[in-house]
């Protein structure tokens, strides 16, 4: 099963990923982790251009475009493996909900592994802005508002779950855990 948690900066998909990974494990499956921008070649350069003061300027994001969807295409066939629990700290729908162009993008992605199960952690940008490290262009109210918006329209095309990421760690991993459980065959109520 190939699981994706999206959601704006902040939201806690690093923290969440590992917690249910821990679970899953637990419960027996093999569990193989991913984070975009990989650590790639590719994945590394995409870091750097993120940095850059031009970073939002259509050149650029046009280029960042291109870059996502080959830093993609190196891990497809992981993404493939049907013996393990895949868990994704982003995918191609951050590319649709971060930039614009969305046919374009569409286009480019079009042979990227579509996700069994997308986790939207649901954050209010506001805490997502506090939360990040205002490190890069894109961590203001204005762009992050217009980003969340697209994520809750993208996402109505794909098998999801919107989670509130405005709760406490423990709540939120609990929220998930419900909301994973029937897809890999765990039993959905027993979880505290």
């Not at 190196?74 to 700290?89: F, Y």
């Not at 649709?96 to 990227?112: D, F, G, M, S, V």
Request: charged fraction near 30%; hydrophobic fraction near 40%; charge should be negative.
């Amino acid at each position: 099963m190939y699981i994706v948690f999206e959601g704006i900066d902040g939201a806690g998909k690093s923290t969440q990923i590992e917690l249910l990974k821990e679970w899953l494990e637990a419960n027996g499956y093999e569990v193989e982790t991913f984070v975009e921008p990989t650590g790639s070649e590719i994945g590394q350069l995409i870091r750097k251009i993120l940095q850059r003061s031009d970073a939002s300027t259509d050149r650029v994001q046009k280029t960042l475009g291109l870059l996502f969807a080959a830093d993609r295409m190196l891990i497809m066939d992981e993404l493939s493996n049907d013996k393990k629990v895949i868990l994704s700290d982003r995918s191609f729908i951050s590319s649709l909900a971060y930039q614009e162009h969305a046919e374009w993008i569409a286009e480019l992605n079009k042979y990227a592994k579509k996700p069994d199960l997308v986790l939207l952690l649901d954050l209010d940008v506001k805490t997502s802005v506090a939360r990040t490290s205002g490190e890069d262009e894109f961590e203001n109210e204005e762009f992050l508002a217009n980003v969340k918006a697209n994520y809750l329209k993208i996402i109505k095309d794909f098998n999801h779950e919107i989670i509130d990421a405005n709760n406490g760690i423990n709540k939120v991993s609990s929220d998930i855990k419900k909301a994973v459980a029937p897809h890999v065959g765990l039993c959905k109520d027993c979880i505290q």
